[in-house]
């Protein structure tokens, strides 16, 4: 039951994500103006419509069909109007913030980014982890060095770190955020593969290996790296939820994504520089159910994993 509510809720985030244009946009799904047919005018932004949002078009009669959130996440005056800090209503479901911008279509748009510097930090910290947890297991002489190094990397406080990096770089791209975040949190996922990588050394297997000739590269890469792995699969789940709240805590403190970028932790600031609940809720909402959906999708996993480990497997 918990992994299919997992399930659910991010596949709902990755919907979010990959379709973020064809629920929340300034301009529509479908468009007739001047006997002129644009077809997913959100998606192509056809410079014939350029300086046009929804409101604007069914103001000049064009017929068209609305997506269901009908303002982008940069929108300041659709139509014309400026809402600032304008509370839930028919008009904007979550109101806007202090730009007058839709808190809803912020929040579906925000997903893109979690769903970009989540995953994409994990790839980058767990394969570079991986590469480190194997080569220690490989060779006794780069376990001494990479050891030292991995336990010094432990001892660094990863928030303080992405707040040092990010405070000499400057805000940046999604990929400088992913970055960041993997050079922070590699050391978690070395420490993992080298334990299990030097117990899986240890086998016979391996043993045989070496005595047939094989190299130290070779024994890491073929007969020790895919059997080291299982660890990094529940910390890949636990990673990705921790990716999420380092990124909303970046935007939130003020050296995340460059703006206007949307984002749940810009929107978490805002709510704080301005105390209204619609900018509190929906992000707060938003990364709680991110980062629950993954740890329990890992939990319910591994819970599997030792239902079906075989009795006396750990004697």
Not at 253 to 277: D, F, N
Request: aromatic fraction near 6%; charged fraction near 15%.
């Amino acid at each position: 039951m918990r992994r299919r509510v997992a399930i659910v809720l991010l596949g709902a985030l990755a919907a979010c994500a990959l379709f973020a244009d064809l629920v929340a946009s300034e301009l529509p799904l479908y468009c007739r103006l001047g006997g002129v047919t644009y077809v997913l005018p959100c998606v192509t932004r056809p410079a014939a419509l350029a300086g046009e949002d929804q409101q604007t078009l069914a103001a000049r009669g064009a017929t068209l069909v609305s997506t269901p959130i009908p303002y982008g996440p940069l929108a300041q005056r659709p139509g014309g109007v400026l809402e600032r800090l304008a509370a839930p209503s028919a008009r904007h479901w979550l109101g806007t913030d202090d730009r007058g911008r839709d808190v809803a279509a912020r929040v579906v748009h925000g997903a893109r980014v979690a769903c970009l510097v989540g995953p994409l930090a994990v790839l980058c910290y767990l394969f570079f982890g991986a590469l480190v947890g194997a080569a220690c297991a490989a060779s006794r002489a780069a376990d001494l060095v990479l050891a030292r190094i991995i336990d010094a990397g432990l001892t660094i406080p990863a928030l303080l770190l992405l707040l040092l990096v990010q405070g000499l770089s400057g805000r940046g791209s999604i990929a400088q955020v992913a970055i960041v975040i993997a050079l922070a949190e590699w050391p978690q996922a070395a420490r993992l593969v080298r334990a299990e990588a030097l117990r899986v050394a240890a086998s016979e297997h391996v043993l045989a290996a070496r005595a047939l000739g094989a190299g130290p590269v070779r024994v890491g890469v073929i007969h020790v790296l895919p059997l080291a792995l299982g660890p990094i699969r529940v910390l890949a789940g636990f990673g990705l939820g921790q990716a999420v709240l380092f990124e909303s805590a970046l935007s939130f403190l003020g050296y995340g994504l460059a703006p206007p970028t949307a984002s749940w932790g810009e929107l978490l600031a805002q709510a704080a520089a301005h105390p209204r609940p619609w900018l509190l809720w929906p992000p707060a909402i938003a990364i709680a159910a991110t980062v629950i959906a993954a740890r329990l999708l890992v939990e319910d996993r591994a819970a599997g994993a030792v239902r079906r480990r075989p009795a006396g497997a750990g004697s």
